[in-house]
């Protein structure tokens, strides 16, 4: 009987290993097939910087098919161009239509049609342990038809932004998911958080 048990554990045994590794490549095909869908709507941006060592980069998302691309407000935007690199490659320059210090959110716009984008009608929600993804130009890796970077990360926490930047408070005070990764790397201002099926999270 012993024997019998044991035989019968190791078969419930290799049953499950069998589900989990088929529940895991299912789960790695959407993250991939989320992926794939999200870049097209990260754009790279150029601008203002390289004095005291300002990075000269960032990033954006688009939020219509028109070219309307939400971003941080910062330095990189004070240039009498600023360029915006979608991830196929084109190059456009873009016109500061809108911005709101206050929150650190300005809204650019580029001369295109048809483009896939983020509906700020349809946000996402994610919770402490939620996983998610973050999409940004960090570093400067991509420059033209190249990606972005992708971060997998899980959300810690949500709560209000009570924070400096050098000896200036921040002035966005409102609330923030914290994800145990690094997406604070330069050029990283303006990227986006998603959930891991491309849902849009926040920047």
Known sequence: MIFRNVRHLR????ILVMLLSVASLA????TREAIKSVLPRVVKIFG??????????????LVSADGHIVTVWSHVLDADTVTVV????RHYQAELVGAEPSLEL????IDAQDLPYFDLNQL????????????????EVAVGDEPVSVVHGVVAA???????????DVTYSGPVYVVDAVTNNSGAAGGVLTTREGGLLGM
């Open 48 to 61: 203002a910087g390289g004095i005291k060592n300002l990075e000269s980069y960032g990033s954006g998302f």
């Open 158 to 168: 949500i709560d209000d932004l009570s924070a400096r930047s050098g000896r200036y």
């Open 124 to 139: 996402s929600e994610a919770g402490p342990g939620t996983r998610v993804l973050a999409f940004s130009n960090v570093f």
């Open 106 to 109: 300005a809204v650019l716009k």
């Open 86 to 89: 979608l991830d196929d490659g």
């Open 27 to 30: 789960h790695a095909q959407s």
């Open 11 to 14: 078969s419930l045994t290799a």
